[in-house]
């Protein structure tokens, strides 16, 4: 253990790590900071940098990058009410009003301190969860698996603020893009057409930065640009934390549960922790009357929620390799290619890098402290920046970093059919989140279905006969029916009054 | 860009059947009762009955309509026809810009335009998109053809670094 850890020590105190982790940490900050750039896109520009440096190295700038903008989003929900990415959104209104009332600092500072305290929340849970659930899981089977990734991928179509139907279609969409290519039990080419470039499949990373990135480049085409941030002056950030710390710690604790238990479920990620955090929050307080109108309790709960999921979303990646928010799903597609394989042999193995990870998450959000004051004041300034001048770099970003992938042009094809794809789903109320999960996850789910399907000689009994795999099947088949249940329910609801509510 | 449920919901229909039917049409690996047809024929089928629920509405009762936080202020809005919808399509139209224009006219011009192009169409003027399409592009150049070896094509004009 103790020597674990020293030699995880080892392979974070190069100059190497330290570099790339500062600077994505000061990347994550200023495009978490910008509205309309994600922390997925973030992380997502991010893949082809990571292929040039070593796998520590390239895990930390996505930890950094990640976590910093998770947190950075809150400056412009803050200072514009508009949130720097969706994890934001639901408490912009919050802050905004605290603004108004002349308390920014407190609300930035609550940001800064609760997102901290959260980020190091979900770093032991995941020191706390992983491990133990790696000792089960040496134990599972192809079945097992097949539920478990069946699981996650109906989680994603549950947590979803849209139409489960859609959800579920949306997933179906993304499992069908990972069926082309020969990479398949038979190895014909599937789904080719007779084009060599799709021989080799969909790569996940470059859909990823056409949905995330480009679609986003073509929705800023019809919005109005937001309005430049007034000049103001802050006073001490850090100044009353502490206060709040021990005023609010149930809530604090509230939140960084929520987040760890949302940030582990497949799909979910921040956007959703903050957006129930905040609620129950709403729900369980002493003075709900207050919400709204610039009370900072609710912040303290999100705030310590959404962080919190970051770190808890590593959880089923690094074991299964079924990512728990859409970050971790890049995450999961770097560590692939840097030969740290998710699995549960990862802990055994590789004890030695899991610990680099553990510690490079605390580090980032020691670190986030700092960096996330000089962010705040320098806040003024970067969001001065139109976004005529930040989106063609995107664009440029989104060009050469696709070709990085596999120096292909087929790359830049990819990206942009994914943008078209990406923007047109989303206009229409399909959740991407839901397809990206299916693009990642679609090679793992068909294998572990078919070597099943094989092993049990075509009859789908097996499919329930170990004990953890019916446990396993029973929830996810709930998870498939729930949604039914809630529209038949509806249904009969809206029927017996003869006023519909639509 | 919104279309009705019916358009999306009948497309999905039409594109889960097409994967099926493509499905079915491939070999099962000889000897095993399964092989790559199974999971497209799963998928497509699910995609299927997906495509049909949403066409006759279920389900729409869980969307939440987008809430759009109004702008203090009074903001412009932004005119509103049949064509504006179409500049949506400029960045992946510039992307293919790319894919076919990079390898004759090389990195710094292809992506010079590109920039210029993104820049002007969201409303900055020449003071800002000129510089911006001469150094965003050698910037982008220096990190990823310098500093992480990216071989990008240098076309008729080379950098020289």
Redesign the interface.
């Given at each position: 253990m103790l020597k674990t850890l020293i030699e995880a020590f080892a392979l974070i105190s190069t100059w190497e790590v330290i570099i790339a982790m500062l600077a994505a940490s000061v990347y994550g900050l200023v495009i978490g900071s910008l509205p309309g750039l994600s922390a997925t896109m973030a992380t997502a520009l991010l893949v082809p940098v990571t292929f040039y440096l070593s796998p520590i190295a390239a895990i930390a700038t996505i930890v950094a990058a990640s976590t910093m903008a998770i947190f950075s989003g809150d400056i412009p929900g803050a200072l514009l009410r508009i949130p720097g990415t969706p994890a934001s959104a639901a408490y912009a209104d919050e802050a905004y009003a605290m603004t108004r009332k002349g308390e920014a600092e407190l609300a930035l500072g609550a940001g800064v301190w609760f997102s901290a305290i959260g980020g190091i929340a979900g770093t032991l849970s995941l020191m706390i969860l992983a491990p133990p659930l790696a000792e089960i899981a040496l134990s599972f089977s192809t079945f097992e698996y097949f539920w478990l990734a069946f699981l996650g991928l109906m989680c994603a179509t549950l947590v979803a603020r849209s139409s489960p139907v859609k959800a579920i279609a949306g997933m179906f969409i993304g499992l069908l893009v990972s069926c082309v290519g020969i990479e398949n039990p038979g190895g014909v080419p599937r789904f080719t057409f007779g084009i060599t470039d799709l021989f080799g499949g969909i790569e996940p990373i470059p859909a990823l930065v056409g949905v995330f990135a480009v679609a986003q480049v073509m929705r800023a085409m019809l919005t109005p640009e937001p309005p430049p941030i007034p000049k103001r002056k802050f006073g001490s950030i850090m100044a009353g934390q502490w206060k709040l710390t021990k005023k609010y710690h149930w809530q604090m604790t509230r939140g960084n549960i929520i987040g760890v238990i949302i940030g582990v479920l497949p799909g979910a990620g921040a956007d959703m922790a903050a957006w129930v955090s905040y609620a129950m929050s709403k729900r369980f307080s002493k003075e709900p009357e207050k919400f709204g109108t610039g009370h900072v309790e609710g912040l303290v709960e999100a705030g310590a929620s959404n962080n919190a999921s970051i770190a808890s979303g590593w959880v089923p990646s690094l074991l299964f390799g079924i990512p728990g928010d859409t970050i971790a799903a890049i995450a999961i597609g770097v560590l692939y290619m840097k030969g740290l394989n998710p699995g549960p042999t990862l802990f055994t193995e590789k004890a030695s890098s899991m610990y680099a990870i553990y510690l490079m998450f605390i580090i980032a959000n020691i670190i986030m402290i700092p960096l996330g004051i000089i962010m705040i004041r320098l806040a003024s300034h970067v969001l001065r920046a139109p976004r005529s001048s930040i989106m063609p770099v995107i664009m440029l970003c989104c060009a050469v970093g696709s070709f990085a992938i596999g120096n292909n042009m087929f790359g830049v094809v990819t990206v942009a059919a994914f943008g078209i794809i990406g923007y047109v789903m989303e206009a229409n109320g399909y959740p991407v989140a839901a397809m990206v999960l299916g693009i990642v996850m679609g090679t793992m789910i068909e294998q572990s279905f078919v070597t099943s399907l094989i092993k049990s000689d075509g009859s789908v009994l097996p499919f329930f006969e170990r004990p953890i795999s019916a446990i396993l099947a029973a929830m996810a088949i709930g998870a498939l029916i729930w949604p039914v249940l809630v529209w038949l329910w509806q249904r009969l609801k809206a029927a017996s009054p003869a006023t519909s509510p639509r | 860009?919104?279309?009705p449920?019916q358009v999306?919901g009948l497309f999905?229909v039409g594109?889960?059947a097409a994967?099926a039917y493509?499905?079915w049409l491939?070999?099962?690996?000889p000897g095993?009762?399964?092989?790559?047809?199974?999971?497209?024929l799963v998928?497509?089928s699910?995609?299927a009955l997906?495509?049909i629920?949403?066409t006759f509405g279920?389900?729409?009762?869980?969307?939440?309509e987008e809430e759009i936080?109004p702008?203090?202020?009074g903001?412009?809005?932004?005119p509103t026809g049949k064509l504006?919808?179409l500049?949506?399509?400029?960045?992946?139209?510039?992307?293919?810009f790319?894919?076919v224009a990079?390898?004759r006219l090389g990195?710094i011009i292809t992506?010079g335009l590109?920039?210029?192009a993104?820049?002007?169409?969201?409303?900055?003027r020449w003071k800002?998109?000129l510089p911006?399409?001469v150094l965003?592009?050698m910037g982008?150049h220096l990190i990823?053809s310098k500093?992480?070896?990216?071989?990008?094509p240098a076309g008729l004009l080379s950098m020289p670094w």
């Open positions: - | 860009m919104r279309l449920d999306t999905l594109l889960g994967a493509g499905g491939l070999p099962p690996v095993q009762p399964v092989g790559p047809n199974i999971f497209p998928i497509g699910g995609l997906c495509g629920a949403i279920i389900g729409h009762t869980f969307e939440e936080i702008l203090e202020g903001q412009v809005r932004p504006y919808g500049r949506a399509l400029l960045p992946p139209a510039l992307l293919l790319y894919v990079a390898d990195f992506a590109i920039v210029y993104t820049s002007t169409a969201l409303g900055a800002l998109s911006l399409a965003a592009p982008i990823f500093l992480l070896r990216v071989p990008l």
